[in-house]
């Protein structure tokens, strides 16, 4: 469900445009993925969700077609590239904060899925740590759509500057 939905509104397409601009314009480029040991040790087990994951078909382990950035986007050797075992997002006791510190990141464009969980948690982790967060709002898909809509409208537009793909690349382009 949730790679129709991307699909449908070209996610991976937007990605890969952002990722192409900022590795033109000297962006750091930072992919951050979530995987699991096909033993499921170290894990989350404390919510619904992990379970779903758990019991899907689809596999997330190490090295798996599921947890690589799609062939699209790609990953450039300037690329960096971190994934995680836990969690609801890329922050929050990951190595994430101190990579982007280290590369003296003030700014997040943040984009992927999904606006009803991993996303929401990134931005608002990201906030918390003192980041600007913004997303291009043609770059991340909730499901159903109807819902990832009314979280940008209704949540997010709070805490993160909503903007679109176009614009991130334009801004890129004039410094």
């Known amino acids: 469900v949730l790679a129709e939905a991307a699909a449908t509104v070209g996610l991976v397409e937007h990605c890969a445009e952002l990722a192409r601009a900022a590795r033109t314009t000297g962006v750091p480029v930072v992919h951050c993925t979530a ?5 499921g040790r170290g894990g989350n087990r404390n ?14 382990t190490p090295g798996s077609p ?18 995680r075992i836990h969690g609801l997002g890329p922050m929050h006791d990951t190595q994430l904060d101190s990579v982007l510190r280290n590369l003296g990141v003030t700014t997040i464009v943040g984009v992927g899925v999904s606006l009803n969980i991993g996303m929401l ?10 980041y600007q967060f913004v997303m291009p709002t043609d770059a ?6 109807e819902y990832g809509e009314a979280v940008l409208k ?8 909503p903007t679109t793909t176009s614009a991130v690349v334009e801004a890129w382009k004039a410094t």
Do not use: C, Q, W, Y
């Open 121 to 130: 948690n990134f931005a608002f982790d990201a906030v918390n740590l003192g």
């Open 140 to 145: 991340v898909v909730g499901v159903p759509p």
């Open 66 to 83: 599921h947890v690589e950035p799609p062939a699209e986007i790609g990953v450039e050797p300037s690329d960096l590239v971190l994934a």
């Open 47 to 60: 919510a619904r969700l992990f379970m779903g994951v758990k019991r899907s078909s689809i596999s997330l």
């Open 35 to 39: 995987e699991s040991r096909a033993d």
């Open 154 to 161: 209704n949540t997010l537009s709070l805490v993160v500057t």
